[in-house]
């Protein structure tokens, strides 16, 4: 049973920096394509950024330069380094993988930008 959970998630005021981390457990998590998911309340779940499993990223406009996504594949691991946060960053953060053409999701973490 795959097994993705987030944490790191929390309050902090704008221009404020949070990390995120999503470890993976269960069969095939090794080193594929993880991505990074937002879903602000009444708004559909959204692209952040993904990583390969040879550290090749991709970031959305929203966020290039602030946020960045990085993997530790010893542990199953990938993180989100999020600075310079602004309310518009308010939202659910999910992490996703796909093994065997299967999606899997985790639970989320809060993340909410506000003084």
């Known amino acids: 049973q795959v097994q993705l959970v987030e944490s790191g998630g929390g309050l902090v005021q704008p221009g404020g920096s949070l990390r995120l981390s999503c470890a993976a457990s269960?069969?095939?998590?090794?080193?594929?394509?993880r991505g990074w998911y937002r879903q602000a309340p009444g708004n559909q779940r959204t692209l952040v950024a993904t990583i390969t499993g040879t550290g090749n990223t991709y970031y959305v406009d929203a966020v290039k330069g602030r946020f960045t996504i990085s993997r530790d594949n010893a542990k199953n691991t990938v993180y989100l380094q999020m600075n310079t946060l602004k309310p518009e960053d308010t939202a659910v953060y999910y992490c996703t993988t796909m093994i065997a053409g299967v999606s899997y999701w985790g639970q989320g973490t809060q993340v909410t930008v506000s003084s």
């Open positions: 269960g069969r095939g998590v090794g080193a594929n394509y």
